[in-house]
């Protein structure tokens, strides 16, 4: 999947005309909504505590952005080429666990989502339009890491059982794809504000401390969500 993403950003490069290749650049910057849709974030559910409730989805609701480099292909298509980050950490505690002496035993949970994106967009206006509406569609690699480290209780061993400090971490690259909706609203002839929402969707096999012990019985991490942000468009 990588190198068949890597040819085709190349040969789209390739066929933009150099007249065309001047182009513009979004900075951004918003929030980002995990979808949570796998058996980490279950598993999460029912062992830890945030905040004194039970870990869900909303809590992973971090700060998102980026930046896009796009260029015009054809009147009304764009491409686009992106890198966007997310990270969010969370302090929490067992939900049905607590130390000898009656203690909490608290450990944090982080995710960093980073896509690597190329889209393709659709404005269905002149570039000196005031207003500039678009939608967009893109493939993406995402690359991520997730931890977990504090402490915690060792499960395997007989009863009772200890609390051991540990770190256990999962990390790689997987495949994604993306779309998005958004409004360019100019201030000067090379100067926009930028309001986008996008969907990701990606998902992996989490490997690492996080792997398989038996087959069919693996974590899987979703690395999906939604996104929406505000930003400056600088057109070259």
Do not use: C
């Amino acid at each position: 999947m990588q190198r068949a993403m890597a040819v085709l950003t190349l040969a789209l490069v390739a066929a933009v005309p150099a007249s065309a290749r001047a182009g513009g650049l979004d900075l951004r910057l918003g929030a980002f909504f995990p979808s949570g849709n796998s058996n980490l974030f279950d598993d999460d559910n029912q062992l830890y505590l945030h905040n004194g409730h039970p870990v869900t989805k909303s809590d992973f609701n971090g700060i998102y952005g980026g930046l896009e480099y796009n260029a015009r292909l054809a009147r009304n298509v764009e491409i686009g080429f992106s890198v966007d980050g997310y990270g969010r950490s969370l302090d929490t505690s067992y939900r049905d666990f607590v130390s000898p002496s009656g203690d909490e035993i608290r450990q944090t949970l982080r995710l960093n989502i980073v896509p690597v994106g190329v889209s393709i967009r659709i404005v269905p206006t002149n570039r000196r339009a005031a207003l500039a509406p678009y939608i967009a569609v893109g493939a993406d690699l995402v690359f991520w890491n997730y931890e977990e480290f504090g402490d915690f209780v060792d499960f395997s061993a007989p009863a009772p059982q200890p609390i051991v400090p540990d770190h256990f971490k999962s990390s790689g690259v997987s495949p994604g794809a993306h779309v998005a909706v958004g409004l360019r609203i100019a201030l000067s002839r090379d100067f926009s504000l930028v309001g986008e929402g996008r969907y990701l969707w990606a998902k992996a096999d989490m490997g690492g401390d996080f792997a398989a012990t038996q087959p069919g019985l693996g974590n899987r991490i979703d690395l999906g969500g939604a996104s929406a942000t505000l930003g400056i468009h600088l057109r070259f």
